[in-house]
C-alpha cells in the first residue's frame, strides 16, 4: 500500500489564502512563489506594511485559478484526446468541430509560441 502523498506533485500548484499580513498566493511543490494577488505597501495612515489586493473580489477566484492551472491543462489535453477520437469513430473531421478548435486555441494559449 502506498503512503498517501502530502505535497503537491511537480506539476501541481498550491493555493494560499490571504490574510491581515498578505494577501492570497500560488507556490509550487517546493513552496515558491508563483503569483502574488497582492502588493506589499505602506498604509498611508501608521506608514507600516501591509497587503493591497489588486482586486479583493478578484484576488482570491484568481489565486484559485492559477493554483488549478496545470490540473486544468492537462484536463483539457486529455478530453481534447478523447473527443477527436470519438470523432475518429464516428468518422467526423475531428479539428473542424467549434470545441476542438476552442480547446486547442486555449491549450496554444497556455503554451505560449513554439521556439
Known amino acids: 500500500m502506498r503512503a498517501r502523498q502530502t ?3 511537480p506539476d501541481q500548484w498550491e493555493y494560499v489564502a490571504g490574510t491581515e499580513h498578505h494577501g492570497p ?3 509550487d511543490h517546493a513552496g515558491r512563489t508563483i503569483c502574488d494577488c497582492y502588493v506589499m505597501s505602506p498604509d498611508p495612515v501608521t506608514n507600516t506594511p501591509r497587503p493591497y489586493w489588486f482586486n ?3 484576488a482570491v477566484p484568481n489565486a484559485r485559478l492559477i493554483a488549478a492551472a496545470p490540473e486544468l491543462l492537462e484536463a483539457l489535453r486529455d478530453m481534447l484526446s478523447m473527443l477527436r ?3 475518429y469513430k464516428l468518422g ?3 479539428d473542424s468541430s467549434k470545441r476542438v478548435l476552442k480547446a486547442v486555441a486555449a491549450i496554444k494559449k497556455a503554451e505560449g509560441p513554439s521556439e
Open 56 to 58: 479583493e473580489d478578484e
Open 25 to 27: 498566493y500560488v507556490i
Open 85 to 87: 477520437a470519438a470523432h
Open 92 to 94: 467526423v473531421q475531428a
Open 7 to 9: 505535497k503537491p506533485l
